[in-house]
């Protein structure tokens, strides 16, 4: 790969970085972002990197990460260090799964089809978006095609449509997809003011896409975005409802206060995901790092919980897991990748998270990933943790 020569100190100068020769070369998931950066339209860029308002809680997703020291323990490792974890029934080989992110066509022609072949080869779950531009039957297929003899695991994000015959309509076709669970987004009871998009004039997909799994949903719905309905009349009853209209376990994406999580439970809910949209809903709320520890106690083990926001590096994902999440989502990580080279570059992305998680695991001188416990993490110093 063409790379010109590094900087004397060895930091990656992301702009040097040449997609078309090779991703061998390319070394951190940030780089990823910059190559994305350069191929893709600006609208459709900022419509990814951005988030809501003043963008606070994008930016502190990754920096309570930075706030954190790890403190390993010594001689007690293991050269066989198993990453896997099982969750509902389903394993993945790591515990990196895909977060749900819509459109994946903007980025590259593929679109999910060429994220579920790259989540397949990864042995991941993918988390499929109620607003991918595949439908979710193929990307299913797709994802069957590519495991081989494997056993892929896809699960399907829905926003709760406050008419149910919508919502009812959706399950089956996640259902008859053959989808493992329901992640249902309960943090969107209005669209979070992203001013990026505002200015860009970005508010539908271009006319050659659509939210497929909205395409003749009941009717001749065209698969518009606008489709998508958001209401702040959502309750725990519409929960009640779904828990009563589906077999497959149910996650709740974008809980963030405990007491929420002990209503969740309390309704019946099979796992919690811990995320704030990456800063793209309500801005100002926490890091999701950072509400990590009060949420697990909280939850008291009573269920998964699995979290997302600013996920870069292995050692993120380490931090997290001490802390007690089950695994983690990245939602922009597997965007650049798919916009730097389709589902190679979103391969890579995984296979870059695995390496750096396996590492990480191996330095902290863990056998597993059931030797990392709270006390390996430390406020860095100079934080006020
Ligand atoms: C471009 C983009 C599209 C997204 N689309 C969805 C979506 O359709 N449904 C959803 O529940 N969350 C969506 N999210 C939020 C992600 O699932 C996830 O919570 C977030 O991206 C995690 O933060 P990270 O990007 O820092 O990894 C989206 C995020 C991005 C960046
Ligand atoms: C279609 C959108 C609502 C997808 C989304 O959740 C997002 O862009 O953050």
Same mark, same amino acid.
């Given at each position: 790969?063409?790379?010109?020569?590094?900087?004397?100190?060895?930091?990656?100068?992301p702009?040097?970085f040449?997609?078309?020769?090779?991703?061998?070369?390319?070394?951190?998931?940030?780089?990823?972002?910059?190559?994305?950066?350069?191929?893709?339209?600006?609208?459709?860029?900022?419509?990814?990197?951005?988030?809501?308002?003043?963008?606070?809680?994008?930016?502190?997703?990754?920096?309570?990460?930075g706030?954190?020291s790890?403190?390993?323990r010594?001689?007690?490792?293991?050269?066989?260090?198993?990453?896997?974890?099982?969750?509902?029934?389903?394993?993945?080989?790591?515990?990196?799964?895909?977060?749900?992110?819509?459109?994946?066509?903007?980025?590259?022609?593929?679109?999910?089809?060429?994220?579920?072949?790259?989540?397949?080869r990864?042995?991941?779950?993918?988390?499929?978006?109620?607003a991918?531009?595949?439908?979710?039957?193929?990307?299913?297929?797709?994802?069957?095609?590519?495991?081989?003899?494997?056993?892929?695991?896809?699960?399907?994000?829905?926003?709760?449509?406050?008419?149910?015959d919508?919502?009812?309509?959706?399950?089956a076709?996640?259902? /008859?997809? @053959?989808? $493992?669970?329901?992640?249902?987004? &309960?943090?969107?009871?209005? *669209? %979070? !003011?992203?001013?990026r998009?505002?200015?860009?004039?970005?508010?539908?997909?271009?006319?050659?896409?659509?939210c497929?799994?909205?395409?003749?949903?009941?009717?001749?719905?065209?698969?518009?975005?606008?489709?998508i309905?958001?209401?702040?009349?959502?309750?725990?009853e519409?929960?009640?409802?779904?828990?009563?209209?589906?077999?497959l376990?149910?996650?709740?994406?974008?809980?963030?206060?405990?007491?929420?999580?002990?209503?969740?439970?309390a309704?019946?809910?099979?796992?919690?995901?811990?995320s704030?949209?990456?800063?793209?809903?309500?801005?100002?709320v926490?890091?999701?790092?950072?509400?990590?520890?009060?949420?697990?106690?909280?939850?008291?083990?009573?269920?998964?919980?699995?979290? /997302?926001? @600013?996920? $870069?590096?292995?050692?993120?994902? &380490?931090?997290?897991?001490? *802390? %007690? !999440?089950?695994?983690?989502?990245?939602?922009?990580?597997?965007?650049?990748?798919?916009?730097?080279?389709?589902?190679?570059?979103?391969?890579?992305?995984?296979?870059?998270?695995?390496?750096?998680?396996?590492?990480?695991?191996?330095?902290?001188?863990?056998?597993?990933l059931a030797?990392?416990t709270?006390?390996?993490?430390?406020?860095?110093?100079?934080?006020r943790?």
């Amino acid at each position: 790969m063409s790379v010109a020569a590094p900087e004397a100190n060895g930091a990656a100068r992301p702009e040097a970085f040449d997609p078309g020769s090779g991703l061998e070369a390319m070394l951190t998931v940030r780089e990823f972002e910059a190559v994305a950066q350069r191929k893709l339209d600006p609208v459709h860029y900022d419509y990814i990197a951005g988030g809501s308002r003043d963008e606070v809680t994008v930016r502190a997703n990754e920096d309570g990460f930075g706030r954190l020291s790890l403190l390993p323990r010594v001689l007690r490792g293991s050269a066989q260090r198993d990453l896997s974890v099982t969750l509902f029934g389903g394993q993945s080989s790591m515990p990196v799964l895909i977060s749900p992110t819509a459109f994946h066509r903007l980025v590259c022609a593929e679109g999910e089809i060429a994220t579920a072949r790259a989540a397949a080869r990864a042995g991941t779950i993918m988390i499929a978006s109620m607003a991918s531009t595949v439908a979710v039957g193929e990307v299913a297929a797709a994802a069957r095609a590519a495991a081989g003899d494997g056993d892929p695991t896809l699960w399907f994000q829905l926003y709760l449509q406050p008419d149910m015959d919508d919502t009812t309509a959706l399950i089956a076709r996640a259902t /008859d997809a @053959g989808c $493992r669970a329901l992640v249902v987004t &309960v943090d969107s009871p209005v *669209l %979070g !003011a992203n001013e990026r998009n505002q200015r860009n004039n970005f508010d539908d997909l271009p006319p050659e896409m659509a939210c497929e799994n909205l395409r003749n949903l009941r009717g001749d719905e065209p698969g518009n975005v606008r489709q998508i309905a958001m209401s702040p009349e959502l309750s725990w009853e519409h929960i009640d409802w779904l828990r009563e209209h589906t077999r497959l376990p149910i996650l709740l994406k974008g809980v963030l206060h405990p007491e929420d999580a002990r209503i969740a439970i309390a309704h019946g809910i099979d796992g919690l995901l811990l995320s704030n949209h990456g800063g793209r809903q309500l801005d100002t709320v926490p890091a999701t790092i950072d509400l990590l520890p009060e949420f697990v106690a909280a939850v008291d083990g009573s269920v998964p919980v699995l979290l /997302d926001g @600013g996920v $870069r590096r292995g050692t993120d994902v &380490v931090k997290a897991l001490a *802390l %007690g !999440a089950a695994a983690v989502g990245v939602g922009r990580p597997i965007v650049w990748g798919l916009a730097t080279a389709g589902e190679e570059g979103a391969t890579r992305v995984l296979e870059l998270l695995r390496d750096e998680v396996d590492h990480t695991v191996a330095l902290c001188g863990a056998r597993g990933l059931a030797d990392l416990t709270p006390d390996l993490v430390r406020p860095a110093a100079g934080s006020r943790r």
